[in-house]
């Protein structure tokens, strides 16, 4: 059964860090394009972080290149979402997903998904 639950959302001051973790288990990591997207309440989801399971590189969507980067220790079954200098813009809820591979990062889709943890980026 593969299972995503991710952790370390709150409220933090505008310019701001946190750390988004994902513990993941069920499956062999290393097969798999990794994802984060996000939606705030009444919007579209976005697309916000991607590892490339074809090249091992990293990408991210214009909103957040710079100030956030995504990573996985393979060791502990985590994945990470480095956001900062956080922005009231980025206030949503984030999930971790996984994708087959044959889906690259710029597919706007995955096969699993966590249950999400809340963002809220406000003064």
């Known amino acids: 059964q593969v299972q995503l639950v991710e952790s370390g959302g709150g409220l933090v001051q505008p310019g701001g860090s946190l750390r988004l973790s994902c513990a993941a288990s069920?499956?062999?990591?290393?097969?798999?394009?990794i994802i984060w997207f996000r939606r705030d309440p009444g919007k579209e989801r976005e697309w916000v972080a991607c590892?490339?399971?074809?090249?091992?590189?990293?990408y991210y969507g214009d909103s957040v290149k710079g100030r956030f980067t995504i990573s996985r220790d393979n060791a502990k079954s985590t994945i990470y979402l480095e956001m900062n200098s956080l922005k009231p813009e980025d206030t949503a809820i984030y999930y971790c997903?996984?994708?087959?591979?044959?889906?690259?990062?710029?597919?706007?889709?995955?096969?699993?998904w966590g249950p999400g943890t809340q963002v809220t980026v406000s003064s």
């Open positions: 069920g499956f062999t990591s290393d097969y798999y394009t």
């Open positions: 997903a996984i994708s087959n591979p044959i889906y690259g990062c710029n597919a706007d889709r995955a096969d699993y």
């Open positions: 590892i490339s399971r074809s090249d091992r590189r990293t």
